[in-house]
C-alpha cells in the first residue's frame, strides 16, 4: 500500500469531487490499510473515449496509485438497454454487433490513462446473461415505480407524457447489481449517475455486504461550453484524435471553460494560472493534453502546426491525401475522405462558407471538383485535405 499518511491520502482523493456518500465509512476503509475494490463502469456506446471520461477515469487512477484495485466493468449488456441518465427520451438500444465494434478500441484507450497491474476488467453480460427471467424478476421486485420515479429525468419524462419504456427501469437495476457481483467498496460515476451507483450501495445493503461508498465527479463541458461533452453532441474531444486536431480543439475554448479544464483535469493551481496570460495557458493546457495521449513529441508538432496554421496563415505540412481520377462533388470528396462523416454536416459546413477550395469559398453543394495535384480543401479551421491527381 502507499506510504503517504492517511490525511495526503484522503486529501488527495477528496480533490475535486462534486460529492462522497457513506464518507466516514470510506475514510474509515481507507484507514484500514485494506486493498479497496474501486468499481467504475462504461457502456461502450461509442469507439471512442472522450476528456469528458477521463474526468472520473484520472479519480480511478489516483486511488490504483495508491495502492488500491480499479475493477472497470465493460457494460457489454447493458449497453442493449442505453443508460437514461440525463436523458429526455428513450435511447436507441445497441445491437450486439455494434456494442462489440465498440469494444475493439476500449481496451487500448483505457491503458493509456489506468495502470493494467492494478487494473480488472470485466464484462457484466458475464453474470447478467446467466441471471435468467426468475433471477430478473427477484431483482426488479426490490424496487417500486415510485421510487423510480424520483429520479428527476424519469419523473419530467412521465409528467410530459413522453414515453418511458419499462426497460429504462431495469438499467439502474442491473448496473446496481454489479456491484454486488464485485463486493466493490466504492464506485466513481458522474453526477448525472448519483441514481444509478445509489442503487449500487442500496443493493449491497440487502445483500448483507458492506455497502460501497460512492463519489461523484463533476461532468466536463463540451468545446461548446455548455452541453456535457458527449460524441452525440458534436462537442468532444476524442483520447484518440490526431494530435493536431486534440490541439486545436483545446485551442477552440473560451478562456473561462479553459480553466475549468484546468481544474478538472490537472492538478494545477487555478489561481496561479489565471496570473498568466489566457492564450499561453491555453497552449500549455493543450501540450499538457496532446502529451498525456500521444507522448511529448508529438504534443510539440501539433504546437508547431497550430503556429504555422493559425498564428502564421500558412497551410500545414502534413495533410491527408485524396486521390482523384476523374472529377467528383466535393460533398463525395470531403464524405469519401473521412474528413466529415456525414454528408447532411458536410452541406451544413458549406452553407456556413466553412469550406473551401485553395482559399476560395465554396458555395455550392453540386460543385464538382477536377483532378488536380495539390489542390487544397480545408473544412472548417483545422482539416484539411491534399487531392492528388491519380
Known sequence: ???????????????GAAEIIGESELKEKIESGKKLKIKFGADPTSPNLHLGHTVVMQKLRQFQDLGHVVVFIIGDFTAMIGDPSGRTKERRPMSKEEIEECLKTYEHQIFKILDWENLEIVRNSRWLNEMGSEGLIKLASNYTVAKMLERNDFSERYKKGDPLAVSEFLYPLLQGYDSVVVESDVEIGGTDQKFNLLVGRDFQKTSGQKPQAIMTMPLLEGTDGVKKMSKSYGNHIGIDEPPEEIFGKVMSISDELMYRYYTLLTQDNIDKVKEGHPMEAKKKLAMRIVSRFHGREEAEKAFLNFEKVFSEGQLPEDMPEFFMEKPAKITDVIYESGLVDSKSRIKRLIKQGAVTVDGD??????????????????????????????
Not at 500500500?1 to 480533490?15: A, F, T
Not at 469559398?361 to 483532378?371: C, E, M, Q, S
Not at 495535384?373 to 491534399?386: Q, T, Y
Open 361 to 390: 469559398k465554396v458555395r455550392d453543394f453540386n460543385l464538382v471538383l477536377k483532378p488536380k495535384s495539390g489542390a487544397v480543401v480545408r473544412v472548417g479551421k483545422r482539416k484539411f485535405l491534399k487531392v492528388i491527381r491519380k
Open 1 to 15: 500500500m502507499s506510504k503517504i499518511s492517511k490525511k495526503k491520502q484522503w486529501e488527495l482523493i477528496n480533490r
